[in-house]
C-alpha cells in the first residue's frame, strides 16, 4: 500500500478534534502528497520531506540506525558543556576534550558491565524489528497502531 492511500485511512479512523483537520493537512502537504496544483486536477508539487528521508521501514529490515536522535543528544551534550551559545575557540576546544574524555570513560563501562539502559534499547530495537516483519500480513490501521504502541515495558 503507498503512503497516500495508508495516509487516508489513518486520516478517515481519526477521532473527531478540534483544529485536526489542520494538523491532517500539515502532514498530508509536508509528508504525504505536497499540495495540490491549482486547476491541474489531482495534480500535487512535490512533497517538503519526501519519503526516502523520513520513512525507516528498511533501516530496520536492514538492522541500521533508525534516527539521527545521537547527533541530536551529542549537540545537547555540547551545548551543557559550553553553557552559552557563541563562544571562544579555545573554550570550545577544551570542552571537546573534557566532551572526548566523557565519552571514552563511558565506553569502558560499557565494555566492562552490561549497561542496563542499554538492553533497554536492545529490547525495544528487537520489538520493531518483529513489528516490521509483520507489514502486509494484517490491514495498514492495524500495523500503524502496532507500531505506535511499541514501548520499553
Known sequence: MKHPEAFKLLSDSVP?????????????????????????????????????????????????????????????????????????????????HMDCTKKTTFLHAVVLANHPAENRYRILHERVQRAVKTYGQTDVLTYLRAIAHLSFS
Open 16 to 96: 473527531t478534534m478540534n483544529n485536526i483537520d489542520e494538523v491532517l493537512t500539515y502532514f498530508e502537504h509536508t509528508y504525504i502528497r505536497g499540495r495540490r496544483i491549482r486547476d491541474r486536477g489531482e495534480h500535487y508539487r512535490p512533497v517538503l520531506l519526501p519519503a526516502e528521508t523520513w520513512n525507516q521501514m528498511l533501516a530496520i529490515a536492514d538492522d541500521a540506525a533508525r534516527t539521527n536522535s545521537i547527533c541530536d543528544g551529542w549537540h545537547y551534550s555540547l551545548q551543557s558543556l559550553l553553557q552559552c551559545t557563541h563562544t571562544t575557540m579555545w573554550r570550545l576546544l577544551d570542552c571537546l
